[in-house]
């Protein structure tokens, strides 16, 4: 058994939004062979009540709660010392203190990191503890990506954000001993990106617990009985889901509605924001946070996923395919999963394209259905968390049953 640092810039537990299922999926299995010290932050107040669970789950745990507006504050220190804001926005002299009182008194084998601005505790150990990053998704390209879609100052601003954070994100993967992308087209783009690591980069896709995310006979609807719910899941502080349903709401619901006189649309998800609050009326509810979205994904006439801005593997995708529901999506999103129509993933990549095809899954009750079970069974065969976690493994210490030696 190894001591693994794990560091993680949002608490992963629970796993109740997309880059917290993956890191809490990836906590468990480290979990499986290695003691566990896991330093992460709190950014959501909602998480406090949680942090019980996770110690319990994690007893050797650091936990700073970040209070985002003051913190946003203080990250903007990166425009003066020519930063990522990303990475000033995570700087905290605690957990630093931690990892450096955790090296002192267990003898640190690895680190695994989750998000690559969390690096910035780990290399401090090198060469002594080596470092294994998992960026997830080349977020530098993220906030290039953003710059377009804002006007002066957001667009300058986040024009440098992804050039700064690009600069960053190669000088951590320079000093690891591997670096892990959710999907194949986000490690090509990091290895166009950053050429001088394309050997040390490789891809580890998301999975789903589909033991969860399965149809319950008998489960109760959370809708009326005489409409029909096209249904939205996500965390709705989250930039590309904002886009998504107001692209949506204004775009494609006007349409639907015509066709489909008793559709509502369902925004399920956290935090919504003035923005997505506004978008409230008649044939749109934005429920906030909900106990159980399993129910919404269930009893769904449809469900969509309009994320023009989004990267790499959708949980929220993932996790409908498991409940037996075909998903209309973009076609970047559906390249990263890797199925088509047959499969239950449906292509759209505009929003007369997207009202025609949710008008064929409504149109067709049976053929939605059979496209459902296909696509659980596609996600039952192609999306098993261990399956792909494991690969993770090659590049740990030997697993030391025996307590002596170390890696």
């Not at 990250?75 to 605690?94: K, Q």
């Not at 009182?101 to 601005?117: I, N, P, R």
């Not at 997830?136 to 954070?165: N, T």
């Not at 239950?344 to 008008?359: C, H, I, M, N, S």
Request: with cysteine.
């Amino acid at each position: 058994m190894a001591n693994i640092l794990y560091l993680v810039h949002r608490m992963p537990y629970p796993p109740n939004k997309g880059d917290k299922v993956r890191s809490h999926h990836l906590l468990r299995h480290l979990q499986r062979h290695h003691r566990v010290f896991l330093g992460t932050f709190i950014d959501d107040p909602e998480d406090v009540a949680h942090v019980p669970a996770l110690q319990a789950l994690c007893p050797d745990l650091y936990i700073e709660q970040l209070n985002p507006r003051s913190t946003k504050l203080l990250s903007a220190r990166g425009l003066l010392t020519g930063r990522s804001l990303s990475e000033t926005y995570y700087r905290h002299a605690g957990l630093h203190r931690w990892v450096r009182e955790v090296q002192a008194k267990h003898k640190l084998d690895a680190t695994v990191v989750f998000s690559g601005v969390m690096a910035q505790f780990a290399i401090p150990l090198l060469p002594q503890v080596p470092m294994l990053v998992d960026f997830v998704d080349v977020d530098s390209s993220k906030w290039a990506q953003y710059a377009p879609e804002h006007r002066w100052p957001l667009s300058w601003l986040y024009r440098r954000e992804g050039a700064r954070l690009l600069a960053y994100e190669r000088e951590v993967a320079r000093q690891a001993r591997q670096s892990f992308f959710v999907t194949p087209n986000e490690t090509a783009l990091f290895q166009s990106l950053a050429p001088e690591v394309a050997g040390r980069v490789q891809s580890i896709s998301n999975g789903v617990n589909a033991e969860y995310f399965s149809p319950q006979v008998g489960s109760v609807s959370p809708f009326a009985a005489d409409e029909v719910p096209v249904v939205f899941t996500g965390a709705m502080d989250y930039w590309p889901n904002i886009d998504g349903v107001c692209w949506f709401v204004e775009q494609m619901l006007p349409e639907l509605v015509q066709r489909w006189p008793q559709l509502r649309f369902y925004i399920v998800g956290r935090n919504p924001t003035p923005q997505v609050k506004a978008l409230a009326g008649p044939r749109v509810v934005v429920t906030g946070t909900v106990h159980d979205v399993r129910g919404y994904l269930q009893h769904a006439a449809a469900v969509v996923a309009p994320l023009r801005v989004a990267r790499g593997i959708q949980n929220k995708i993932l996790e409908a395919m498991a409940m037996e529901k075909p998903v209309v999506t973009v076609p970047s999103c559906a390249d990263a999963i890797g199925a088509g129509f047959e499969f239950g993933v449906v292509r759209a990549a505009t929003a007369p394209e997207f009202v025609q095809a949710l008008d064929l899954l409504l149109l067709s009750p049976e053929k939605t259905a059979e496209l459902g079970r296909a696509a659980r069974q596609f996600v039952l065969k192609h999306f098993s968390w261990e399956a792909h976690l494991s690969a993770l493994d090659a590049w740990l210490p030997p697993q030391f049953s025996d307590g002596r030696g170390r890696a």
